[in-house]
């Protein structure tokens, strides 16, 4: 049986950013995903600035190379207040069948072995982690997403309702704007809490979709669809092409890190922005610091994962919990938006809660807090 220093599970963005974490720190890395590459990957193809960084520090410096940047958002209230601002960085757009290909490459690249092989079975051993009885590494890094086999072997179900999200995506003819490209988020007054987004790719097409977070009452492909047209009123659903579904396990509710020398990185650890459903920047920076720890301490994995997970996201990840619990109200949301476009440091802020590791401060707080006093007088 061939022994691994390090195996992936999993070949999206975490996944490839923790062969690539593991392979600077010189470790024997086996890559696995039951697909081969490229492949589509439904999702809302945004790749914040933060992501970017990350993705330059494990010596990729082209992930994004060829598309354009998107300098602005635009952010839609419930209740109908919106503002329109620059980024603080430019974001990008890139279909997933081409941002994971390339990081996939850049693994192989590094010298990771890259398997098409299904994990159904996960042995822990003294010395060695044995998948399926025919391989075997010193560590394991889950990041096998929303569905992970690893999760489950350690003992841990999928979110439970109010800490998962059902989202559909589908790809269209960009409307001209007349101006520069932007990003649109727009939240909805019905079925709270819900949005639809559409992010321009650059080449005449937009990455486009609708999401709700699942409250007991089962969510169709039609009744997505629904929400969508209701959000984004100048889509022609006629023109989309490319439509799938996909969960979104929310940070508000992540199992534990990892046992022994299993970790869990990106979704497979519950790491999507309940504030924003981002989850590229969380995989590339939790996949880099699991792929780093099990190359590193292989024995102890979980236990250094943790700790220097907690350093990196432990503040911020309490933060964007309280946000989302304060955004279970409309009119919370409604004021935040309000204030954003007021004040650009609070829209800064909310950007970079929503799209990186930012904390909530007291000036944003306290503009958010005069917006809600103002609409009840």
């Known amino acids: 049986m061939d022994t691994f220093d390090v195996a992936v599970v999993g070949a999206g963005p975490a996944g490839a950013s923790a062969a690539l974490a593991a392979r600077r720190a010189g470790a024997r890395v086996l890559l696995l995903d039951r697909a081969d590459f490229p492949r589509d990957k439904p999702c809302g193809d945004g790749i914040a600035a933060h992501a970017v960084d990350v993705l330059a520090e494990l010596g990729v410096p082209d992930a994004v190379a060829g598309y354009l940047p998107?300098?602005?958002?635009?952010?839609?209230?419930?209740?109908?207040?919106?503002?329109?601002?620059?980024?603080?960085?430019?974001?990008?757009?890139?279909?997933?069948?081409?941002?994971?290909?390339?990081?996939?490459?850049?693994?192989?690249?590094?010298?990771?072995?890259?398997?098409?092989?299904?994990?159904?079975?996960?042995?822990?051993?003294?010395?060695?982690?044995?998948?399926?009885?025919?391989?075997?590494?010193?560590?394991?890094?889950?990041?096998?997403?929303?569905?992970?086999?690893?999760?489950?072997?350690?003992?841990?179900?999928?979110?439970?309702?109010?800490?998962?999200?059902?989202?559909?995506?589908?790809?269209?003819?960009?409307?001209?704007t007349g101006g520069p490209l932007e990003q649109r988020i727009v939240t909805s007054g019905a079925r709270w809490p819900a949005y639809a987004w559409s992010f321009p790719i650059g080449d005449g097409r937009a990455n486009v979709g609708?999401?709700?977070?699942?409250?007991?009452?089962?969510?169709?492909r039609q009744g997505l669809l629904d929400g969508l047209s209701r959000l984004l009123?100048?889509?022609?659903?006629?023109?989309?092409?490319?439509?799938?579904?996909?969960?979104?396990?929310?940070?508000?509710?992540?199992?534990?890190?990892?046992?022994?020398?299993?970790?869990?990185?990106?979704?497979?650890?519950?790491?999507?922005?309940?504030?924003?459903?981002?989850?590229?920047?969380?995989?590339?920076?939790?996949?880099?610091?699991?792929?780093?720890?099990?190359?590193?301490?292989?024995?102890?994995?979980?236990?250094g994962y943790a700790r220097a997970l907690r350093r990196r996201l432990g503040t911020h990840l309490r933060h964007s919990s309280a946000a989302a619990w304060l955004a279970r109200r409309r009119s919370v949301v409604e004021a935040a938006v309000r204030a954003a476009d007021a004040d650009r440091h609070v829209f800064d802020t909310v950007v970079e809660l929503g799209l990186g590791e930012g904390l909530l401060d007291g000036r944003t707080l306290a503009r958010i807090g005069l917006r809600l006093a103002v609409r009840r007088r």
């Open 210 to 220: 609708y999401g709700e977070v699942l409250r007991g009452q089962p969510l169709t």
């Open 70 to 176: 998107v300098p602005a958002l635009r952010l839609v209230g419930p209740l109908g207040g919106q503002v329109l601002r620059p980024l603080p960085r430019p974001a990008y757009t890139v279909p997933r069948r081409i941002f994971d290909a390339r990081l996939v490459a850049a693994a192989v690249s590094a010298g990771a072995r890259l398997v098409r092989h299904t994990v159904r079975r996960i042995e822990p051993r003294d010395d060695l982690v044995v998948l399926d009885g025919v391989l075997a590494a010193r560590a394991v890094v889950g990041a096998d997403g929303a569905g992970s086999v690893v999760r489950r072997a350690l003992g841990h179900p999928v979110n439970p309702d109010r800490h998962l999200a059902l989202a559909i995506r589908g790809y269209t003819p960009a409307a001209p």
């Open 233 to 303: 009123p100048d889509l022609d659903p006629a023109a989309l092409t490319g439509v799938r579904a996909h969960h979104l396990p929310l940070s508000t509710h992540r199992p534990p890190v990892g046992r022994g020398r299993i970790v869990l990185a990106g979704d497979a650890l519950s790491l999507v922005n309940p504030f924003t459903g981002e989850g590229i920047f969380y995989a590339v920076l939790s996949g880099s610091i699991a792929g780093r720890v099990a190359a590193r301490a292989p024995r102890t994995a979980a236990d």
